[in-house]
Every structure is written in structure tokens, then in C-alpha cells.
């Protein structure tokens, strides 16, 4: 009786795991998407249309990463293969510019300012360098100001991970481009380090600098993370991303786990 009461809740089990995975795959977004954090975790990685708000004025496209810790994530900042110059104007870093759709990209200050002062956001910079190493530093809190205010960085706290912290010292920073000198260098460090960047005097980081390919005699004007491999290497990819906090979000295997507990309670 007991082997029979076992395998009865054993085929329990295998139909719920068929039906939540049904429902996982079928699963539709919502009409109006906020965020990318609102898409199904079956939702595959790419461009979605997003309303901050809710508010159609503020429709953007814009890059959701579905497969880094938990999904959700929106891609401002995508680098890996040197095909698109980042050397760009202030006009340019404002819009944006770039291929969303699988190529090199920059989302734009102005939507990262709409997207970041909607709602508390974290932050994500995933980095890889020339041998095939990866690494990550992750920020709890991030948030950037309006073009009155220069995009200024005013909030970045909170960081864990592997990277090493080069993104801190930008709190307090306005944007520089080389046509708009906002650093407090005596130079323009955008043109100084051929980038684009929340400049100082100047910088421990310079992901949107010139790609370069490893170590190089060009000090500092590389696409460069000073914690990871210091300001003399210029790294092979680079990917910042942010998601709103806060938002409960669960994959499959969160949702087996329950079943599982459940049945097991029976």
C-alpha cells in the first residue's frame, strides 16, 4: 500500500512539473511592460518596448537580458568585438547609438536617466578580458540625473562581486563627452582617454573608451576596469545592466521547488 501511495504521489508530481512547464512556456507578457523584469522567465533575451510608468510618451526600445541571475535585466552598455565607435559626440550619448539587435550599443543617457529615476535600480557590469576571464561588480543602488544635471551620477552604493570596485568613484560625477568638457580635470579627460564617461580627475573606469586589445602603451585610453587588470588593458567585452528592486521575479526551477515542497506536505 505504502509503494502504491508513493508512486501515486510520484505521478502527481510528473503531471505538475508538465503543467507549470506548459504554463511557463505559454506564458504571455503583459500588454503594457514597464520593465524588463515584467517578462515571463521563459521570455527569450532581445528588444522589447518598455513604458516607465506605464506612460506611452516615454516608450522605448530597449535590450532585456533574460539569462543573467534571474532575468530582467535591461542593457544599457553592450561592447565585444570593437565594430561600433564609441569615441561620440554629446548629442550621440544622449539619444544613443549603436545595434540593439545583436550588435555593439549604447541605450542613451537621457532613457537610462528615464528608466533609473522611475523606480530604485541595481546595477550589473559583466567584463571579460583577452585570456577568456570573466568577472562581475554589482552595485544595489544606481541612478543618474537629468541633462540639466549632466547625467550626473547620484547614486551608486552597495557593491559585492569579483571586478573589484572601479565604479564607485563616479558618485557626484557629471557625463563628458569630448564636446562637453564636465570633468574637473584640467584637461578633458574624454579626449585625454579617448572615451565618453562619468570623468573626475579622471578615472578608475572607462568602459566606453577606445577598444584596444589587451595590455597596450596607450595608458588609460583603453576600454578599461582599474581593479581588473588596472587601466593598462584594454578589455573584450563589456555589458552594464540594470533592474529595478524589489520586483519578485521567479524562474522554472523556483516554481518546481514549491510544487515540490507542497506535494511533500501532503
Known sequence: IKASSNCENAGDLMQLEHMQISMMTTEKPPAVLEACDQLPASSASGVWTVMPDGEFSKSMKVVCDQGYSGGGWTVFQHRYNGTVN????????????????????WLGLERLHQLTYS?????????????????????????????PDLYK???INGYN??????????????FSTFDEDN????????????G??????CHSSNL???????????????MSWAKFHGVGYSLKS?????????????????GMKDMQETLARL
Open 86 to 105: 564609441f569615441f561620440r559626440d554629446w548629442d550621440e550619448y544622449r539619444f544613443g547609438f549603436g545595434k540593439m539587435d545583436g550588435g555593439e550599443f
Open 196 to 201: 565618453a564617461w562619468w570623468y573626475r580627475n
Open 238 to 254: 563589456s555589458k552594464m545592466m540594470i533592474r529595478r528592486k524589489n520586483v519578485p521575479r521567479k524562474d522554472m526551477m523556483d
Open 119 to 147: 523606480a530604485p535600480h541595481e546595477l550589473v557590469i559583466l567584463l571579460e578580458d583577452f585570456e577568456g576571464n570573466g568577472t562581475y561588480a554589482r552595485y544595489e543602488n544606481f541612478e543618474i540625473a537629468g541633462e
Open 161 to 174: 562581486g569579483t571586478a573589484g570596485d572601479s565604479m564607485s568613484f563616479t558618485l557626484g560625477a557629471y
Open 153 to 155: 551620477v547620484t547614486k
Open 183 to 194: 570633468d574637473t580635470h584640467e584637461e578633458n579627460c574624454a579626449v585625454k582617454y579617448h
Open 208 to 222: 566606453n573608451g577606445k577598444y584596444l586589445k589587451g595590455k597596450n602603451d596607450e595608458y588609460g585610453r583603453g
